[in-house]
Nanobody
């Protein structure tokens, strides 16, 4: 499965972005999907994760209450709606797929996509 994150861009603080993770060469339907981000000079950070049927959803503390992860298995995509963006949300956002949300949110996902840059200006 090849993953591709897209939807990033430059946005002012307080604005919103909707990131999407699309798959090719396979289906996402059986996988838990996670979003991570990495800012320059910082470690990769967990953002959100969703299990295969959307029953289990988790958010990192830094985005909780401002972000919503969702998935559409029919369209083979997972989305991350990010609101009230802050400059500290700046970074490269990656999506990842694995078996089980615990595997994914601890960074042990099997598949990782290329990231999409999010830049939040103050």
């Amino acid at each position: 499965v090849q993953l591709q994150a897209f939807g990033g861009g430059l946005v002012q603080a307080g604005g919103s972005l909707r990131l999407s993770c699309a798959a090719s060469g396979g289906t996402l339907s059986g996988f838990a999907i996670g979003w991570f981000r990495q800012a320059p000079g910082k470690e990769r950070e967990f953002v959100a994760a969703i299990n295969w049927n959307s029953v289990r959803i988790y958010y990192g503390d830094s985005v909780k209450g401002r972000s919503t992860i969702s998935r559409d298995n029919a369209k083979n995509t997972v989305n991350l709606q990010m609101n009230s963006l802050k400059p500290e949300d700046t970074g490269v956002y990656y999506c990842a797929a694995g078996i089980g949300t615990e595997t994914v949110r601890t960074g042990r996902a099997e598949y990782w996509g290329q990231g999409t840059q999010v830049t939040v200006s103050s």
